[in-house]
């Protein structure tokens, strides 16, 4: 089925989260471990707009669906950010603005260079908004999951009940990228091989690029660790398989194994 941009318009809207009961939190606050994965998953939805940048340099913003949606699907981020915000600041732990200028000074000076990067990549093959797409359907699909699973292991009614809500519009999302990755690998087998080349060499965690890599480490085997986790991650490695071209691509299984 292929995504109704129109439809999207339509609903796209701010997460509703102001009847939570944030102050929840301060009488049943969450584990140590599930705090340090809201602190990593605030930061990497904080860091969306970063990532619309590196999109927007290449011919990805010729496309006026492509260009609609990711106006939208960064708004709709932003406020994923803040409704975690909402939850490390019941527990007094940094976040919102200055825990996201901190980030950004923790870059690495190369980050600066990814949109010529990009704008590189784009320039030589007219395939990348193929990439980009799939690319984007793998981290979607994987964030979705990664929510659940805490959802899950935290056991917090307060906090399953907001990533519910987050996890709704995610769903939307993966929708998206979903249909673009299907449409443009399904009508080019060049488009196929420079894909699959792209996530075998250079796809990581959501995160990886911006988080240390202990805190990717650690996220990676919390969340997809275990019975439950590994069954999660087999079912996105299913997923990518049925995307044309990328079958056996293992991406998640890789994870798991690290």
């Known amino acids: 089925m292929s995504f109704d941009i129109d439809t999207y318009r339509r609903i796209t809207a701010k997460l509703s989260f102001e009847d939570i009961d944030f102050d929840a939190f301060r009488d049943c606050p969450l584990t140590a471990d599930a705090l340090r994965c809201l602190r990593y998953m605030h930061d990497v939805e904080n860091h969306t707009v970063c990532y619309l940048r ?7 913003h010729r496309d006026p669906e492509v260009t609609s949606f990711l106006t939208l699907w960064n708004f709709e981020e932003y406020w994923h950010g803040e409704a975690i915000a909402r939850v490390l600041a019941a527990h007094d732990e940094t976040s919102g603005i200055g825990r996201i ?3 950004r000074q923790r870059l690495p000076r190369r980050d600066g260079l990814r949109p010529i990067s990009f704008q590189v990549a784009s320039a030589v093959t007219p395939h990348l908004t193929a990439v980009q797409m799939t ?12 929510y659940a699973r805490l959802a899950g292991l935290a056991d917090h009614p307060v906090l399953t009940e907001l990533l519910s809500r987050i996890m709704k519009q995610e769903g939307r999302h993966i929708d998206f990228y979903a249909s673009q990755a299907k449409s443009r690998l399904g009508g080019s087998r060049a488009a ?8 075998r060499k250079y796809w990581a965690p959501v995160g990886s690029g911006v988080m240390p890599t202990d805190e990717v480490r650690f996220l990676s085997s919390y969340l997809f660790g275990g019975e439950e986790g590994r069954a999660m991650a087999d079912r996105i490695d299913r997923r990518v398989d049925r995307l044309p ?14």
Not at 135 to 146: F, I, L, M, R, S
């Open 54 to 60: 590196d999109v927007l340099v290449t011919r990805a």
């Open 101 to 103: 200028a901190a980030m």
């Open 135 to 146: 690319w984007g359907a793998v981290n979607e699909w994987t964030t979705q999951a990664g």
């Open 192 to 199: 196929q091989r420079i894909t699959r080349w792209a996530l």
């Open 245 to 258: 071209g990328l079958d056996g691509l293992g991406l998640m299984k890789g994870v798991v194994a690290a």
